[in-house]
């Protein structure tokens, strides 16, 4: 786990070193109109709620998990904060939340994310707070629904771990981006083809940087949950992830 740490960290000194552009894919403070930084609020505020029952209970009932929580979180953080310039002067950048989807399940990373978003409204000026709810909804609600599904049913039709993480990690960043267009699109819809027009030119825009990025996100995913399950198996086992050999007596 020390390991993870200090491999987390040096992209943490990147991500804090890499140079942004003034516009990120996160809706920036004051964009949306109020009525839809409400409507995307209101989901959000409620998968939040459970998140924190989810957390609760599950280090209620194993306390050790707390360091890969911790080390979920700073993956998200140090991943989301990896800004790639995009055409248009936008930015793309890789969600982080697949790992933590894996792990702990969509609802406690609607935590995780929340406090993610926060910290980089208020530090790195990526989002809003008037927005935070609309980015909520899209990177820490929907990503990890999307991520924590297809590796539920990758896992069930027995796919290795490696496919059902890469796989997950992948689809999850992608689907953020997804929702995150159609917000956009139903605050502003095109005078002519309404939210069908603005989702594709939203969509178009980020599409040639977010496919590879989502690809290299999924592969670092890998990496990680291949390194946790070298040094973290018993973790990953009480989070019924693997299965341990038995000992014989």
Not at 30 to 57: D, E, H, Q, Y
Not at 202 to 217: D, N
């Amino acid at each position: 786990m020390k390991r993870a740490f200090q491999v987390v960290g040096w992209l943490s000194v990147l991500a804090i070193m890499w140079p942004r552009a003034a516009f990120a894919m996160h809706i920036m403070e004051g964009f949306l109109p109020p009525k839809w930084c409400l409507v995307w609020a209101v989901p959000t505020a409620v998968m939040v709620a459970f998140g924190l029952i989810s957390i609760n209970r599950q280090l209620k009932d194993n306390p050790k998990l707390k360091m890969m929580l911790a080390l979920s979180a700073a993956y998200a953080f140090v991943m989301s904060a990896l800004k790639i310039p995009s055409v248009t002067g936008s930015c793309s950048h890789p969600t982080g939340m697949g790992l933590g989807a894996v792990l702990f399940g969509p609802a406690a990373m609607a935590v995780v994310g929340i406090i993610v978003l926060l910290f980089q409204a208020l530090l790195l000026a990526h989002g809003g707070l008037t927005t935070l709810g609309a980015n909520g909804f899209s990177m820490a609600v929907m990503g990890p629904v999307v991520s924590y599904g297809l590796y539920k049913m990758l896992d069930k039709a027995k796919a290795s771990k490696g496919v059902s993480v890469f796989v997950s990690a992948f689809a999850g960043s992608l689907a953020t981006y997804v929702v995150t267009s159609l917000q956009l699109a139903l605050a502003f819809p095109a005078e002519v083809g309404g939210v069908a027009a603005s989702f594709a030119k939203f969509a178009g825009i980020f599409a040639v940087t977010q496919l590879p990025l989502s690809a290299v996100e999924g592969l670092l995913t890998v990496y990680v949950f291949n390194f946790l399950m070298e040094y973290n198996q018993q973790e990953l086992s009480d989070l019924n992830l693997l299965e341990l050999p038995i000992k014989s007596a």
